[in-house]
T-cell receptor, first 114, second 115 residues
Framework: AQSVAQPEDQVNVAEGNPLTVKCTYS??????LFWYVQYPNRGLQFLLK??????LVKGSYGFEAEFNKSQTSFHLKKPSALVSDSALYFC????????????FGKGTTLSVSS | AAGVIQSPRHLIKEKRETATLKCYPI?????VYWYQQGPGQDPQFLIS???????DKGSIPDRFSAQQFSDYHSELNMSSLELGDSALYFC??????????????FGPGTRLTVL
């Protein structure tokens, strides 16, 4: 069965510093990986995805993620954090093709201090 | 850009009542997904429809049913509501073609409170 793990419940960074939110995956075939962000009482917003190709994926709002097959990781990164980046971040893996579910990690709360 | 529309946004029901949640996908999207998110939890997949046919099924209780209509909107019907059904229910949509792994776009959610 497909699964993702987010080892940190919370990540704290100062504004302007780089941030990393960690995610590791376990899949039986090719990994199809996604990052979403959720603000309080809001829906999930898509940030980026890895399907195939370059290991460094660029997404929305200056975020990027690095796919590492040997370490089975897909860490979310941003060179310079903003206070407005404070939110709940979910890593997810697609369970298959058309119409199949996203399986989410437990989420990591990112707190950026000014 | 048009987004996924969910109605109602908030719903309060008593135990053992029924509820119907509606979802209107992004125009031209052919796939709809339903997720349940409890307080402080990650979203849990319930069910999905691709081109109006049930595609995938997750941890959806037998008391719940769903369908996708000819205009691609979807409804989640929930009966014999229990206190534990109180949660945020998300609908998501995507445009799927053969061999694609496209992102799902989420609606704002329906907050269901069962008293």
């Amino acid at each position: 069965a497909q699964s993702v793990a987010q080892p940190e419940d919370q990540v704290n960074v100062a504004e302007g510093n780089p941030l990393t939110v960690k995610c590791t995956y376990s899949v039986s075939g090719n990994p199809y990986l996604f990052w979403y962000v959720q603000y309080p009482n809001r829906g999930l917003q898509f940030l980026l995805k890895y399907i195939t190709g370059d290991n460094l994926v660029k997404g929305s709002y200056g975020f990027e993620a690095e796919f590492n097959k040997s370490q089975t990781s897909f860490h979310l990164k941003k060179p310079s954090a903003l206070v407005s980046d404070s939110a709940l971040y979910f890593c997810a893996v697609r369970d298959g093709g058309a119409g199949t579910a996203l399986i989410f990690g437990k989420g990591t709360t990112l707190s950026v201090s000014s | 850009a048009a987004g996924v529309i969910q109605s109602p946004r908030h719903l309060i029901k008593e135990k053992r009542e029924t509820a119907t949640l509606k979802c209107y996908p992004i125009p031209r999207h052919d796939t709809v997904y339903w997720y349940q998110q409890g307080p402080g939890q990650d979203p849990q997949f319930l069910i999905s429809f691709y081109e109006k046919m049930q595609s995938d099924k997750g941890s959806i209780p037998d008391r719940f049913s769903a369908q996708q209509f000819s205009d691609y909107h979807s409804e989640l019907n929930m009966s014999s509501l229990e206190l534990g059904d109180s949660a945020l229910y998300f609908c998501a949509s995507s445009l799927e073609t053969s061999g694609s792994y496209n992102e799902q776009f989420f609606g704002p959610g329906t907050r269901l409170t069962v008293l």
